[in-house]
């Protein structure tokens, strides 16, 4: 049997560190219901680094139907705005924006770390720059400053004394 991996395979070519950080933001809040809007940004957030299980390969928009329910589409082919998903999927994330005080604190933060990995990384320049503005969306609703994508590699980049160099609580080794 030929190996095969769920991500894409620019995710491979990331360090483990950003690679976990991807992963650790694909599950959804709990407590929230299928339809709310955190769900529907999150479904676009798996299609852009993860093969859809059902087609076995990348679906690259928010609207493009397939994927089932955890990366199925995000928005409608009748939702486009000037016949651009991007503009329509900002709609999602000033409406996910407007609901943030009802979304687990820990979830927005890897969603907002993964979105980071994604704004700077995606070989696809649509995809990047719909990520990038959300991440700097994120961080701004925040009132912070965007990280510059090699102080994110320097503490993403799998070498543990720059990862805790950023630390405040550090975790304790057993």
């Given amino acids: 049997m030929t190996p095969k991996s769920v ?3 620019w995710v491979l070519g990331l360090s483990f560190m950003q690679q976990s ?3 650790s933001a694909i599950r959804g809040p709990d407590g929230l219901r299928k339809d709310h809007v955190a769900k529907l940004l999150l479904r676009f957030f798996r299609r852009s680094f993860l093969k859809s299980a059902f087609e076995g390969e990348p679906i690259n928009d928010p609207c493009t139907l397939g994927g089932g329910s955890f990366t199925g589409p995000s928005i409608s082919k009748n939702e486009l705005i000037d016949g651009s998903w991007a503009n329509a999927t900002r709609r999602l994330v000033k409406f996910y924006l407007e609901s943030v005080d009802e979304i687990p604190h820990h979830f927005h933060l890897h969603l907002m770390h993964g979105a980071e990995i994604i704004g700077y990384k995606h070989p696809d320049l649509a995809i990047r720059a719909f990520w ?3 991440y700097c ?3 701004n609703d925040a009132h912070l400053f965007p990280e510059s994508e090699e102080s994110m590699d320097k503490r993403l980049g799998d070498i543990e004394a ?3 160099a950023r630390e405040v609580v550090t975790a304790k080794q057993p």
């Fill in 132 to 134: 990038h503005w959300t």
């Fill in 7 to 9: 991500t894409q395979d």
């Fill in 162 to 164: 720059n990862w805790r």
């Fill in 21 to 23: 950080v991807l992963m």
């Fill in 137 to 139: 969306s994120l961080v």
